[in-house]
């Protein structure tokens, strides 16, 4: 990332399940078992097909935090052809490298080893801090514990996976709690390296949760956690709001600098009533600064070689594809 720069991923969007052993409540990702809790893997397939044919560079995969503690998951799984989700998860990462669409995966709590195994298969990974406070929104919720998450941060920088992470702002946590996840990051940046970017992002509520007359987050609240996070985080950390939640027009004077990933494919399927906005509006977006297509894993990390051989060329070959339509902007 340059000065002056807002930099963004084209992506396609893949919940493989919405199956979550969490309750948060703000959420309508989850969904109980059932029938069609899976995605199938001919509909993963052709969603990345329609990726490479839309100039997609990330596939995105994300799913409900270990699924199989709930009851029936595994028999629904095992419908698949595989295992478990982790098992699932891998071979779709290895057809979407095969398709020439790098994989990021964002799958919640995750061991040593369990980051290790789809290290494998992705360029960059994830996971939502959301915030270090107890509140009453995580309370049936064992993965959101901060020391769970912050312990599968940790781990992702021992192993050099560039990172993804950040914070719910308005989900009942203080502008003193914001400052102290933003500094949890930072130490954490500060130690292993590896935090790509934080995303800033405005809780919306929803009908059908718990909290879906929780008051929405004020400009003047969301531009101030915006400030903090840059105020907070170091020099090479973008950071992030996603442009259907927020107006990011206005916000990016508050110290945007990435877009994060927008999809020509896919809904936005944890906000799916805020549709992404196409492509070219992201310009306008920008104001007066230059917009810049980037992948899934920084231009830092590439150069660092952060990441599996068997990704080398098709990064080199995406490089390529965005250089030439940056030039063109």
Same mark, same amino acid.
């Given at each position: 990332?340059?000065?002056?720069?807002?930099?963004?991923?084209?992506?396609?969007?893949?919940?493989? %399940?919405? =199956?979550?052993?969490?309750?948060?409540?703000?959420?309508?990702?989850?969904?109980?078992?059932?029938?069609?809790?899976?995605?199938?893997?001919?509909?993963?397939? +052709?969603?990345?097909?329609? !990726?490479?044919?839309?100039?997609?560079?990330?596939?995105?995969?994300?799913?409900?935090?270990?699924?199989?503690?709930?009851?029936?998951?595994?028999?629904?799984? #095992?419908?698949?052809?595989?295992?478990?989700?982790?098992?699932?998860?891998?071979?779709? *990462?290895?057809?979407?490298?095969?398709?020439?669409?790098?994989?990021?995966?964002?799958?919640?709590?995750?061991?040593? $080893?369990?980051?290790?195994?789809?290290?494998?298969?992705?360029?960059?990974?994830?996971?939502?801090?959301?915030?270090?406070?107890?509140?009453?929104?995580?309370?049936?919720?064992?993965?959101? #514990?901060?020391?769970?998450?912050?312990? %599968?941060?940790?781990?992702?920088? #021992?192993?050099?996976?560039?990172?993804?992470?950040?914070?719910?702002?308005?989900?009942?946590?203080?502008?003193?709690?914001?400052?102290?996840?933003?500094?949890?990051?930072?130490?954490?940046?500060?130690?292993?390296?590896?935090?790509?970017?934080?995303?800033?992002? $405005?809780? *919306?509520?929803?009908?059908?949760?718990?909290?879906?007359?929780?008051?929405? =987050?004020?400009? +003047?609240?969301?531009?101030?956690?915006?400030?903090?996070?840059?105020?907070?985080?170091?020099?090479?950390?973008?950071?992030?709001?996603?442009?259907?939640?927020?107006?990011?027009?206005?916000?990016?004077?508050?110290?945007?600098?990435?877009?994060?990933?927008?999809?020509? =494919? %896919?809904?936005?399927?944890?906000?799916?009533?805020?549709?992404?906005?196409?492509?070219?509006?992201?310009?306008?977006?920008? !104001?007066?600064?230059?917009?810049?297509?980037?992948? *899934?894993?920084?231009?830092?990390?590439?150069?660092?070689?952060?990441?599996?051989?068997?990704?080398?060329?098709?990064?080199? #070959?995406?490089?390529?594809?965005?250089?030439?339509?940056?030039?063109?902007?």
């Amino acid at each position: 990332m340059q000065p002056g720069e807002i930099t963004y991923s084209r992506n396609v969007f893949l919940p493989l %399940t919405n =199956v979550c052993r969490n309750r948060c409540g703000y959420c309508i990702f989850r969904t109980p078992v059932g029938e069609d809790c899976i995605m199938p893997p001919s509909e993963v397939k +052709n969603i990345i097909r329609a !990726g490479v044919m839309a100039g997609c560079t990330e596939a995105l995969f994300t799913f409900g935090e270990k699924p199989e503690e709930e009851k029936g998951f595994p028999e629904h799984i #095992k419908k698949t052809g595989y295992s478990s989700i982790l098992d699932y998860c891998h071979a779709m *990462c290895e057809y979407s490298i095969l398709s020439g669409i790098l994989p990021h995966t964002n799958a919640g709590i995750l061991d040593y $080893n369990e980051l290790e195994r789809l290290r494998e298969v992705n360029a960059s990974m994830g996971l939502m801090l959301e915030t270090t406070a107890d509140i009453p929104a995580h309370r049936n919720c064992p993965g959101k #514990k901060p020391e769970v998450r912050i312990e %599968t941060m940790e781990n992702a920088g #021992k192993l050099k996976i560039p990172f993804t992470t950040g914070i719910l702002v308005g989900i009942g946590e203080t502008a003193e709690d914001r400052k102290e996840s933003f500094q949890v990051i930072a130490d954490l940046h500060r130690r292993y390296g590896h935090i790509q970017e934080v995303i800033v992002q $405005n809780f *919306c509520p929803k009908d059908g949760t718990d909290m879906k007359d929780y008051p929405t =987050v004020g400009r +003047n609240e969301f531009c101030s956690a915006i400030s903090s996070a840059r105020e907070t985080l170091p020099d090479d950390i973008s950071v992030q709001i996603p442009p259907n939640l927020a107006d990011a027009s206005y916000f990016i004077g508050c110290g945007v600098d990435d877009l994060g990933g927008v999809s020509p =494919v %896919t809904i936005d399927y944890v906000n799916p009533e805020h549709p992404w906005p196409e492509i070219d509006e992201l310009k306008s977006v920008a !104001g007066g600064k230059r917009l810049r297509e980037r992948l *899934c894993i920084y231009q830092r990390y590439i150069d660092r070689g952060w990441y599996p051989d068997s990704l080398k060329c098709i990064i080199e #070959k995406l490089n390529d594809d965005i250089r030439k339509r940056n030039e063109q902007q």
